[in-house]
């Protein structure tokens, strides 16, 4: 029986209630322990399903779509932080052979009285902002075209500095502040104070395959290829944009190279791509050279904070007080993970998006925890130093078993087991070893921090599961595997519910059309979020398989279990294979659907974890490397290790790039970025990679789901850049004054 | 201008704007696809080939010049079925997105066929001009080491 329930719903520090479809749930019964269980498929490694099309070029993504007569098109972006469209020549552009159409700020477009306003802009406020699209047979042609338009653009005064956004207030939003307890008072009566100050980079998303669309009318019917984390998203803006029903327009994104954070929604690409088409009557590619994807698609946007801390003798910390100075925008930047990551009864916060001209920032894998986390966790190891206390130990000490925003206690928090195993691995308790003289005369130290981040996910999300003559059964999700291997966990899930061989089982996702809701590829929502959909719909099938079974076989289906693809009775006299039952089927399939279920009532779901990060320094040049991580992070249950140590390698990955060599920098005197290419923006390639150890708490989040899973793809790029400078204050005693940590930075410190 | 390309042990002829990228060429003159284009410039190894059995980046390389050269695509490298570098890729999960992939599969069969027993360290070296931005690092250095002459996992 379906009902509607209130369930109260996280996203990237976002709390909200709402409404949200439940049915009973077929699969009430939570699976055992990982320890205690006999799993046939969950907990198990499982290569990924589609890896067979990965690893021969055969699987399409939307930069690899071609239609016939298919348009390209070029996009004019502003070469200046700053400026003022004084003219375009349009006329001379669509006189180019094989021009099409061309988008101008105010172009009519979308629905009656639509226009390209909020998507091309006659006074850009930040260099790659676009001004103009052309839509032509060739990406040639659209690029004459461009040239064609004879761009008369006016540099405006620009602003980059905090200073000076500050000094003229000039704010992307109002500053916030953060109360509970009272800080001042009681940061002057403790033991021992630090303070510090720590500037963090812009970090680009820079997934390979680029931001991109293509776009087909049919009549009123409108398909659109997309690379995007949030394909229900794109339909309901591309929707509202050309004033049509959902059921009229279709999206599709069968592979998706990479988001990061970035790809939601119906981007500028997708309402391009189908204002463009629906002009000239033509499909419309439009994709982004590596330039536009470096300079215009969001960014983790950069800080300047400042965090003051105070504790006690005892090992208690007393007070915390964070402040950020943001670089435009604040995705995720609202309550401070500062505030709740340790037990602390006086927090003061304050967090301020200043209005530069630089690009607004997007959301980016953890969105402003991993900022905040960067600096916190150093003060809190330079509080412990203050105080005498080994830093892990010291954060053992503070740890707290409810969420001190809400007074509500977590769902499950396995943090201690973190912080025991990863100390275990790493050897921690040696590890001042590390601080005696290296033949290589490199000086090496050895630093932690520990992570908190949501990824409880939620309802509404489905599934359906046929099952057919065939023997095979099919998945039905609405699940845009980004790279994360989503379709694959739902495959694992799938298989141990059915008692099916994994091989048996496929999934498919990246297509609205079935209509098969799931949430977009953010938050860390998808596995905790679809897979028990997924496990309830399989129970439905599973039920109905032992029903026809028990026709076949002339027993009472009560008496029956089925795994790996064979049908028992409990006393093991009979012992069949499931074929024997779906080759009856014919036509026919057994078919199941399933939803997620409601969050837990008066308890917060979060996952936590501890990262360890050895460095050796050159102190000669001023490198730091890291040589190797390890991590134990508490995500509920495993569905897929092999998955799963990925999903932690990739994060702990990108993180060393934003420790180490990822920045934005600018030209001053257009206010443009200077390094937009991949060679000069620098992210970690396989000779910057370390040693890296995975490991997970295993114990299942009962209270969240019927799968006990919790989210996966952001924690693990929380706590790395943290764990990697608090190695260099244990090698060096130093301190850097942000990062990425350049040569220059390193040599200031070591000075 | 009229240039002749053997691409995967077939023959083409074809008449092509002498500016014309062989990347270019592959993917949308002859639907080559697997071949992926990502920065444009030569900087992250996507877009690799094999010209003559050396590893090469197609979006550097003007089509005309590989006139009377051997090339060979990912959908080359697979035309007989997987080999046991690609199975390695897929068992070991050394990918995620996969769009560079198919530069990683072609860099490596490269290394491979030049360094059957590479040590850890040649492989880094060797593909380090091949960005992955999922992070797939760990275990595409142990995919490759895993089929490594005299080498059994």
Redesign the interface.
């Known amino acids: 029986m379906a009902r509607l329930v209130k369930s109260v719903v996280e996203m990237e520090g976002r709390i909200s209630e709402r409404w949200a479809l439940v049915e009973d749930d077929e699969a009430a019964e939570p699976w055992p322990d990982p320890l205690d269980g006999d799993f046939a498929a969950v907990g198990r490694?499982a290569?990924?399903l589609?890896?067979?099309?990965?690893?021969?070029?055969?699987?399409?993504?939307t930069?690899?779509i071609?239609l016939p007569g298919m348009l390209h098109v070029e996009v004019l972006r502003s070469p200046f932080a700053h400026a003022r469209v004084k003219s375009l020549d349009v006329e001379q552009a669509k006189t180019v052979p094989g021009v099409r159409a061309v988008l101008t700020p105010d172009s009519p477009a979308g629905a009656e009285g639509g226009s390209c306003a909020g998507l091309l802009f006659a006074e850009p406020d930040y260099a790659g902002c676009p001004i103009a699209a052309v839509a032509a047979d060739t990406p040639?042609a659209a690029r004459a075209g461009v040239i064609a338009l004879s761009a008369d653009i006016e540099q405006l005064p620009h602003i980059l500095d905090y200073e000076e956004a500050l000094s003229r207030e000039l704010f992307e939003m109002d500053p916030r502040e953060t109360l509970r307890g009272d800080f001042e008072s009681a940061y002057a009566a403790a033991d021992a104070r630090v303070e510090l100050t720590f500037e963090t980079p812009t970090e680009i998303?820079?997934?390979?395959?680029?931001h991109s669309c293509v776009a087909r009318w049919d009549g009123d019917e409108l398909t659109v290829w997309a690379s995007t984390k949030a394909m229900f998203g794109t339909r309901a803006g591309l929707a509202r944009a050309f004033g049509m029903p959902q059921d009229q327009v279709r999206v599709l994104v069968e592979?998706?190279?990479?988001s990061?954070g970035a790809k939601a929604a119906a981007g500028k690409e997708a309402l391009f791509a189908a204002e463009l088409a629906r002009q000239t009557g033509r499909p419309v590619r439009v994709a982004n050279?590596?330039h536009a994807e470096l300079n215009d698609t969001g960014n983790r946007p950069p800080t300047r904070q400042t965090m003051r801390l105070a504790g006690n003798k005892d090992g208690k910390l007393v007070a915390v007080e964070a402040e950020s100075l943001i670089g435009r925008g604040s995705p995720g930047f609202g309550a401070s993970p500062a505030f709740v990551l340790y037990r602390v009864e006086n927090v003061y916060g304050l967090d301020a998006s200043l209005k530069l001209n630089v690009r607004p920032a997007n959301a980016f894998r953890a969105p402003g925890t991993m900022e905040r986390i960067t600096v916190l966790e150093q003060a809190i190891d330079d509080l412990a130093l203050e105080l005498g206390f080994d830093p892990l130990e010291f954060r053992r000490r503070n740890h707290v078993d409810f969420d001190q925003a809400s007074g509500e206690p977590y769902s499950s928090k396995a943090l201690l087991d973190c912080y025991e195993r990863v100390a275990e691995l790493a050897g921690w308790a040696e590890r001042d070893r590390l601080l005696r003289p290296h033949p290589d005369g490199l000086l090496r130290g050895m630093g932690c921090a520990t992570q908190i981040w949501g990824g409880g996910g939620g309802p509404p999300s489905h599934a359906t599961i046929r099952l057919g003559g065939d023997g095979i059964a099919t998945v039905v999700t609405g699940i845009q595997d980004?790279?994360?291997?989503t379709l694959t966990a739902a495959q694992v899930v799938a298989a141990e519910e059915l008692g099916l061989p994994v091989a048996q089982v496929r999934v498919t996702g990246g297509d609205t059309q079935p209509n098969i809701y799931a949430p977009l590829a953010a938050g860390s929502m998808t596995v905790p979020s679809v897979m028990p959909a997924v496990r309830s719909a399989a129970a439905v099938v599973r039920r109905k398989l032992l029903q026809l079974a028990g026709d076949v076989f002339e027993v009472s289906p009560d008496d029956l279990s089925i795994r790996e693809g064979q049908i028992r009775s409990k006393d093991r006299s009979l012992d069949r294979p499931y074929s024997e039952v779906t080759e009856k089927l014919g036509n026919a399939t057994i078919d199941g659907s399933g939803s997620r279920g409601p969050n837990p009532t008066g308890k917060r779901v979060n996952t936590f974890g501890c990262q360890i990060a050895q460095v050796a320094i050159d102190t000669a040049v001023g490198e730091v490397r890291v040589e190797h991580v390890w991590a134990v992070h508490d995500v509920g249950r495993v569905v897929n290790p092999?998955?799963a140590?990925?999903q932690v390698?990739?994060?702990?990955?990108?993180a060393i790039g934003f420790a180490l060599s990822e920045d934005r920098v600018f030209d001053p005197t257009t206010g443009a970025p200077t390094n937009a290419?991949?060679?000069d923006y620098k992210?970690?390639?396989?000779?910057d990679?370390p040693?890296?150890t995975v490991d997970f708490a295993h114990k299942p989040d009962y209270e969240l789901s019927n799968v006990g899973s919790k989210g996966l793809g952001e924690p693990p790029i929380i706590p790395t850049a943290a764990a990697i400078v608090n190695a260099f204050r244990h090698a060096t005693g130093r301190r850097v004054t942000g990062m990425p940590m350049t040569r220059k930075r390193v040599l200031e410190a070591l000075a | 201008m009229e240039v002749s390309l053997l691409v995967n042990g077939e023959s083409y002829r074809l008449d092509l704007?002498p500016e014309r990228r062989l990347a270019d060429v592959l993917?949308?003159d002859l639907?080559?696809?697997?071949?992926?284009?990502?920065?444009?410039?030569?900087?992250?190894g996507?877009c690799a080939v094999l010209v003559d059995e050396r590893p090469v980046n197609a979006c550097l390389l003007l089509a005309a010049a590989v006139e009377g050269h051997d090339v060979v695509?990912?959908?080359g490298?697979?035309r007989d079925g997987?080999t046991a570098l690609?199975e390695a890729?897929?068992?070991q999960?050394a990918?995620?997105?996969?769009?560079?992939?198919?530069g990683q599969?072609v860099a490596a069969t490269a290394l491979l066929a030049a360094n059957p027993s590479p040590t850890s360290e040649e492989?880094?070296?060797a593909?380090?001009?091949?960005?992955?931005?999922?992070?797939?690092?760990?275990?595409?250095?142990r995919a490759i080491l895993s089929v490594a002459e005299g080498v059994t996992v």
């Open positions: 490694p290569p990924r589609d890896g067979a099309k990965r690893v021969t070029g055969q699987a399409r993504y930069v690899d071609q040639e998303h820079s997934a390979l395959e680029p592979f998706v190279g990479g990061f050279d590596r980004v790279g994360t291997g092999l998955g140590s990925s390698e990739g994060g702990i990955i990108q290419w991949l060679d992210v970690p390639t396989i000779a990679t040693e890296i | 704007p993917r949308d639907g080559l696809t697997g071949t992926k284009v990502a920065c444009g410039e030569g900087a992250c996507a695509t990912i959908e490298i697979s997987l690609q890729f897929i068992a999960d990918l995620q997105c996969g769009f560079c992939t198919s599969v492989v880094r070296v593909m380090a001009g091949n960005i992955c931005r999922c992070g797939c690092y760990v275990k595409i250095e």
